[in-house]
């Protein structure tokens, strides 16, 4: 009941704030941006049929002329290409040379400050 009411009192308030902003600027701006995007939603839309189209007519295409396997051995060959390359490209780190010691004049003067 507590929900009902307060959502009610919302509902209020925004039919408020439209009556008093309705032919305002806020308005049209809330209208422009509104449709601007719904457009972005049906044009991602519009790009996924399309793709799952062209996607569809393209495996249609090689299954009909056999090509199926010699996709798979080329995905095979790419997949395997990228693990070889990512193994050589990783730097081997060279560990630093050892430094010829702390000077004798800087030992005494830690020794004296711990």
Do not use: C
Not at 24 to 36: G, Q
Not at 41 to 51: I, M, Q
Not at 82 to 94: F, H, L
Not at 97 to 104: A, K, N, Q
Request: aromatic content about 6%.
């Amino acid at each position: 009941m507590a929900n009902l009411k307060r959502l009610t009192d919302r509902v209020k308030n925004i039919e408020k704030w439209i009556e008093k902003n309705e032919d305002s600027d806020t308005m049209s701006n809330m209208h422009y941006l509104i449709k601007s995007i719904r457009h972005a939603g049906e044009l991602v839309d519009s790009e996924k049929a399309t793709h799952q189209n062209f996607r569809t007519l393209v495996f249609e295409w090689m299954s009909n002329n056999d090509l199926g396997d010699s996709w798979n051995e080329f995905v095979e060959e790419k997949q395997n290409a990228v693990q070889e390359q990512e193994t050589e490209s990783v730097p081997v780190r060279d560990e630093p040379e050892d430094s010829e010691g702390v000077r004798e004049e800087d030992a005494e003067e830690q020794k004296t400050t711990k």
